[in-house]
Structures are given as structure tokens and as C-alpha cells.
């Protein structure tokens, strides 16, 4: 069993910043890719930023230049440092990671997990 817990959400003006946190936790034999979603109210999931366990990213077009996502592979975290926030980043923020991990009857299996989510509102 694998766990993701998030933290660094919150309420902040305009332009301001954040930085968003996920520890991963449990049985993980390999730590694969890690990324970043969100859903706005009334919206579906979206992808905002990932990473590949060699560093490479890949970011959604509405947070270029804005967001940056990192990872301390010897933690098994991932970060968002988010600048410049918009309202329109307001979302639920949502980690997921993709891990090499045993299933119960211990045959090994790549399994996706997600994080609770953290709000994340930004007020104009």
C-alpha cells in the first residue's frame, strides 16, 4: 500500500505564490513518473505538470512559464512552486504518482495513486 499526502495549499491574492508538497509513503520499489491535476469547480481533471524519475517535465500551456515542478527522489516527493497565480488557477490540486509496488500476494505490478487533494483558491 502506497500513500500520497499533499500539503501547501491555501488562500492567497493575485499574483502571489505557493508551493505545493506530495510525500509518497509505503512499499515503493520504484518511484516513476509524479505529477500535479487540478479541477476547477464545475470542471473536469486536468493535468498541470509532470515528471519523469529522471527529471524530464512537461507542462499544460496555461501554467508555462508560471509553475514549476520538482522532485527529491531520495524523499519521494514531488513539488509545485507555483508564481504568478491567477484566479483562474483556483482548483482542487491533486498529486499523482505512478509506482513499482507489490500487490498483496506480492506479485510486483506499476500502480497509480492519487493524494487527497489540497485547495488552492487565489482571490483577485
Known amino acids: 500500500q502506497v500513500q500520497l499526502v499533499e500539503s501547501g495549499g491555501g488562500l492567497v491574492q493575485a499574483e502571489g505564490s505557493l508551493r505545493l508538497s506530495c510525500a509518497a509513503s509505503?512499499?515503493?520499489?520504484?518511484?516513476?513518473?509524479m505529477g500535479w491535476y487540478r479541477q476547477p469547480p464545475g470542471k473536469q481533471r486536468e493535468l498541470v505538470a509532470s515528471i519523469t524519475s529522471s527529471g524530464s517535465t512537461n507542462y499544460a500551456d496555461a501554467v508555462k512559464g508560471r509553475f514549476g515542478i520538482s522532485r527529491d527522489n531520495a524523499k519521494n516527493t514531488v513539488y509545485l512552486q507555483m508564481n504568478s497565480l491567477k484566479p483562474d488557477d483556483t482548483a482542487v490540486y491533486y498529486c499523482?504518482?505512478?509506482?513499482?509496488?507489490?500487490?498483496?500476494?506480492?506479485?510486483?505490478?506499476?500502480?497509480?495513486?492519487w493524494g487527497q487533494g489540497t485547495p488552492v483558491t487565489v482571490s483577485s
Open positions: 499523482n504518482a505512478n509506482v513499482l509496488t507489490p500487490d498483496i500476494r506480492g506479485v510486483v505490478r506499476r500502480v497509480d495513486y
Open positions: 509505503g512499499v515503493i520499489l520504484k518511484l516513476n513518473a
